[in-house]
């Protein structure tokens, strides 16, 4: 049996589906509430800036929808670094050499607006992992990397 350190990195989601479908219905109960309220006045040129409004709230919610579930997963085995990626429908895995596998930080220069980014490299190989954590973890991940990388591998 091999030992295997894992990191799984999701993005923080705060609400659930249904949360979400409570909040899209208000938006739009409010909106048409307004809309008909104008349209009943006269002002019925309004009713289709209400339509694009919702329809624009609704590409927003997909957009959310879709990269809820993204998510990392960085696996140190004894001989590969195994890197899956999900992101909205697309999950790629890729795999680095153990022996050879190193970890790259890149921190902004002093003065400079950026951001920290990790990366795990290969040969001629590098990906970037950490994306979906907060800034002030990045350096933290790298950390982590680097010791499970120094560590012997079991096997």
């Known amino acids: ?56 709230v609704a590409a927003a919610f997909v957009c959310y929808g879709r990269h809820a579930a993204d998510y990392e997963r960085i696996e140190v085995g004894a001989q590969v670094v195994e890197i899956e990626r999900v992101e909205a429908a697309r999950s790629t895995v890729r795999t680095l050499t153990r022996p050879w596998a190193r970890v790259e930080l890149e921190q902004p220069q002093a003065g400079w607006r950026g951001k920290v980014r990790v990366f795990l490299a290969a040969g001629g190989e590098r990906i970037e992992v950490g994306r979906l954590l907060a800034e002030d973890r990045r350096a933290a991940l790298a950390r982590e990397l680097k010791l499970a990388l120094r560590t012997p591998a079991a096997g």
Not at 19 to 25: E, G, I, P, S
Not at 41 to 54: A, D, H
């Open 1 to 56: 049996m091999q030992d295997r350190t894992r990191w799984i990195i999701k993005r923080n989601c705060s609400a659930s589906p249904a949360l979400l479908a409570l909040v899209f219905a208000s938006i739009v109960a409010v909106s048409f509430v307004f809309g008909l309220a104008f349209a009943l006045r006269g002002l019925w040129g309004i009713l289709p800036f209400v339509g694009l409004e919702l329809l624009a």
